[in-house]
């Protein structure tokens, strides 16, 4: 336990307060889920590939649990939900429970949302075992399930109690999995911290034999960014925006993919459809754009819309993302690698559909 990393997540009392992030290798236990319970019955969440890694079976003695079957996005909706919280009130769930969300983001997303509803709200804690989750999805509060239209359509902010990060986990994870969540770290080095983006490109190597010392600083790197934003607008009234860069036309491409792409890969793709835009708007550059595809692809990571899916879906689904205004998104955009675009104290822009239907049509073309 001394090697642990501790951070906090601070946000404003009427929020969730301060919680903590905890940071270590071959951490999972009883013992130390038991401490941020806090004498609660626990209720555990996860899905069938934790559970088939073996990475539950120190928490199978606890007070209830429910695997998802299948994992993965096809799950997550609001008959799943339903079936966690029915299972809670089966198992004798109260309001003096706690659910942990053991696994990844889509895990983390239906723990997190079950935990908002239930008997109107009990704490949730996150142990995030994927890329992903560990990089973003589990610190932040955001919970949600997908409609049959589009991603997230229903959802509540719920800070969690406290998030533990097991980087051990990541070796558990298959290849392409383990890629895909690294688009979230190339995200958040393009949105705040050019150093950051210098020290990906310098670890390929390392990030790609998944060695302990860059997967601990990995995930300390990405929760810090993630906590700075989160502090200062936990529930994505502004500034928060800047974190869905990538996600807008990412999204549209994983829901018309039929989740056949896993959700960083469409995060690759978006994040090279912003730089696009961010060209014709006059902040972006070609040397930029190409930099930074050079890395998601080094990190084995798409940057190319499958010829299935047409621009013209990709235009029409834009239209329900969470940022519209008036039927038309707003775009999470950058200045330079490291610095996010604001303008009149905005964080997210209005962009014509003739120059997102552009980016759309590039990205369609083979490299």
Same mark, same amino acid.
């Given at each position: 336990m001394e090697d642990l990393i501790k951070l906090s997540v601070k946000t404003k009392p009427s929020e969730a307060g301060e919680y903590p992030v905890v940071i270590g290798s071959g951490i999972l236990s009883n013992q130390l889920l038991a401490r941020f319970a806090a004498g609660r019955r626990n209720f555990i969440v996860t899905d069938e590939n934790v559970h088939s890694a073996g990475l539950d079976s120190a928490f199978q003695q606890e007070a209830g649990f429910f695997v998802i079957s299948p994992a993965g996005e096809k799950s997550k909706n609001i008959t799943t939900v339903i079936e966690i919280v029915e299972a809670m009130e089966a198992s004798g769930m109260g309001r003096d429970s706690v659910i942990t969300g053991l696994g990844g983001g889509t895990v983390g997303d239906m723990a997190g949302f079950a935990a908002a509803i239930f008997k109107r709200g009990v704490p949730?804690?996150?142990?995030? =075992?994927?890329?992903?989750?560990?990089?973003?999805?589990? #610190?932040?509060?955001? =919970?949600?399930?997908?409609?049959?239209?589009?991603?997230?359509?229903?959802? +509540?902010?719920?800070?969690?109690? +406290?998030?533990?990060?097991?980087?051990? =986990?990541? /070796?558990? *994870?298959?290849?392409?999995?383990?890629?895909?969540?690294?688009? @979230?770290?190339?995200? !958040?080095?393009?949105?705040?911290?050019?150093?950051? $983006?210098?020290?990906?490109?310098?670890?390929?190597?390392?990030?790609?034999?998944?060695?302990?010392d860059v997967l601990s600083q990995l995930a300390e790197k990405n929760c810090k960014i993630k906590a700075k934003i989160v502090e200062e607008d936990p529930c994505e009234k502004n500034q928060r925006r800047?974190? %869905?860069?990538?996600?807008? #036309?990412?999204? +549209?491409?994983? =829901?018309?993919?039929?989740?056949?792409?896993? !959700?960083?890969?469409?995060?690759?793709?978006?994040? #090279?459809?912003?730089? *696009?835009?961010?060209?014709?708007?006059?902040?972006?550059?070609?040397?930029?754009? @190409?930099?930074?595809?050079?890395?998601?692809?080094?990190?084995?990571?798409?940057?190319?819309?499958?010829?299935?899916?047409?621009?013209?879906?990709?235009?029409?689904?834009?239209?329900?993302?969470?940022?519209?205004?008036?039927?038309?998104?707003? $775009? +999470?955009? #950058?200045?330079?690698?490291?610095?996010?675009?604001?303008?009149?104290?905005?964080?997210?822009?209005?962009?014509?559909?003739?120059?997102?239907?552009?980016?759309? %049509?590039?990205?369609?073309? /083979?490299?």
């Open positions: 949730v804690l996150h142990i995030p =075992t994927t890329t992903v989750a560990q990089a973003d999805s589990s #610190i932040g509060g955001k =919970t949600g399930v997908d409609s049959s239209i589009s991603k997230n359509a229903f959802g +509540a902010f719920h800070h969690p109690a +406290a998030v533990i990060i097991d980087t051990h =986990t990541l /070796k558990t *994870l298959p290849e392409r999995e383990y890629f895909s969540g690294l688009a @979230e770290s190339v995200k !958040h080095a393009m949105i705040m911290d050019s150093d950051y $983006f210098g020290f990906l490109e310098a670890s390929i190597s390392e990030l790609r034999e998944r060695e302990d800047i974190l %869905n860069y990538g996600h807008t #036309i990412g999204h +549209a491409v994983e =829901t018309l993919s039929g989740y056949k792409l896993l !959700h960083g890969e469409c995060v690759s793709i978006g994040i #090279i459809a912003a730089g *696009l835009i961010e060209i014709e708007l006059g902040s972006g550059s070609k040397k930029r754009v @190409e930099k930074t595809e050079n890395l998601l692809k080094e990190l084995s990571l798409p940057v190319r819309i499958p010829e299935y899916i047409s621009t013209e879906q990709i235009l029409s689904l834009i239209k329900h993302d969470k940022k519209a205004v008036d039927g038309w998104p707003r $775009f +999470a955009l #950058i200045e330079d690698i490291g610095k996010a675009l604001t303008k009149g104290g905005q964080w997210a822009h209005p962009v014509d559909a003739e120059i997102v239907e552009s980016a759309v %049509n590039k990205l369609k073309q /083979k490299p």
